[in-house]
């Protein structure tokens, strides 16, 4: 397997422009969470999705984020419009169904917003 | 709220030299404490998880400990190639499927 696959690995945009973030998850895990990681405040939980439908979004920041996820093997992220401080490194995991035990992240995508 | 709190936030050492990581927790129940080691420009990889205070995992040179209010990463005899972060993370009793994670520990091994 190819574990979880995120593209962009990198992006840099320009303040007030729409940003998409992309996710394939682990074949076979129905669970997909997205973290974003910066240095003040380390690692923290946006959303996750169980069979594709989303259980807990409090992480969510404003509304400027959405995510959804429209099959089992494909999820994205939207930041509209992006602002500097969305700066961060975003990340995709994926466990199986209901669980947080075989959490396997994605190599992240790098947002850097001008 | 659940909290965990890493320290050092930094640490470097000569390789061979032995140390250990803290990871200190509050959570209104704690349903398994897990390890992740990140090398740069990748996410987090899974280590151990332990669910029970005493409770020790193993693996290679790292071994993970157990308390009911914290844990510890103790690394023997290290190598360069263990130079990474390591992330300490709780699940609660009360979190769904919610990993918190603390800021991490920034290991440097020197040669």
């Known amino acids: 397997d190819a574990g979880v696959i995120q593209s962009p690995r990198h992006e840099v945009t320009e303040m007030g422009q729409e940003v998409t973030l992309r996710c394939k998850p682990i074949s076979g895990h129905n669970s997909l969470f997205w973290y974003r990681q910066t240095m003040m405040r380390g690692l923290e939980l946006l959303i996750y999705f169980n069979n594709n439908v989303p259980i807990d979004d409090s992480g969510m920041p404003e509304d400027r984020f959405s995510a959804k996820m429209p099959n089992a093997s494909f999820s994205t992220l939207k930041i509209q419009p992006s602002e500097p401080r969305d700066s961060a490194v975003y990340f995709c995991?994926?466990?199986?169904?209901?669980?947080?035990?075989?959490?396997?992240f994605g190599s992240g995508t790098r947002l850097t917003v001008v | 709220e659940d909290q965990v709190t890493q320290s050092p936030e930094a640490l470097r050492l000569q390789e061979g030299e032995s140390s250990s990581l803290n990871c200190s927790y509050t959570v209104s129940g704690l349903r398994g404490l897990f390890w992740y080691r990140q090398d740069p420009g990748k996410g987090p990889e899974f280590l151990f998880t332990?669910?029970?205070a005493g409770e020790e995992k193993e693996k290679e040179r790292l071994k993970a400990t157990l308390t009911k209010k914290e844990s510890f990463l103790h690394i023997t005899a290290p190598k360069p190639e263990d130079s990474a972060t390591y992330l300490c993370a709780v699940h609660a009793i009360q979190g769904a499927q919610k990993l918190v994670f603390g800021q991490g520990t920034r290991l440097t091994i020197n040669p």
């Open positions: 995991a994926s466990s199986l169904a209901g669980t947080v035990y075989g959490y396997t």
């Open positions: 332990l669910y029970s």
